[in-house]
Nanobody, 120 residues
Framework: QVQPAESGGGLVQPGGSLRLPCAAS????????MGWHRQAPGKSRELVAA???????NYADSVKGRFTISRDSAKNTVYLQMNSLKPEDTAVYYC??????????????WGQGTQVTVSS
């Protein structure tokens, strides 16, 4: 069973930085797309950033220039470096792995989420 696990969340002041790693455990041959989504209270879940197996990246307009997504495919890990954080970045952040190839087939998986709170 594949289980992504996020870490690195917490409380940070406006203007501060956080780095979120998410590692997938289990028997994995390959992962196509890796991404980060977030959900703020009372709002729907939204895509923050994604990176393909080939390294192509896309970002939500609200985080461009402040957040950077990267991956280590050998470790089945995706990272989100968040700089110049704003109170509106406060949300639960979820990692998502798409088209994960395992001995049982191909599937998509979500992490449990990690809380990021930006406040003074």
């Amino acid at each position: 069973q594949v289980q992504p696990a996020e870490s690195g969340g917490g409380l940070v002041q406006p203007g501060g930085s956080l780095r979120l790693p998410c590692a997938a455990s289990g028997s994995i041959f390959s992962i196509n797309d890796m991404g980060w989504h977030r959900q703020a209270p009372g709002k729907s879940r939204e895509l923050v950033a994604a990176i393909s197996r080939g390294g192509n990246r896309n970002y939500a307009d609200s985080v461009k220039g402040r957040f950077t997504i990267s991956r280590d495919s050998a470790k089945n890990t995706v990272y989100l470096q968040m700089n110049s954080l704003k109170p509106e970045d406060t949300a639960v952040y979820y990692c998502n792995f798409k088209e994960v190839q395992t001995p049982r087939g191909i599937g998509d998986y979500w992490g449990q989420g990690t809380q990021v709170t930006v406040s003074s």
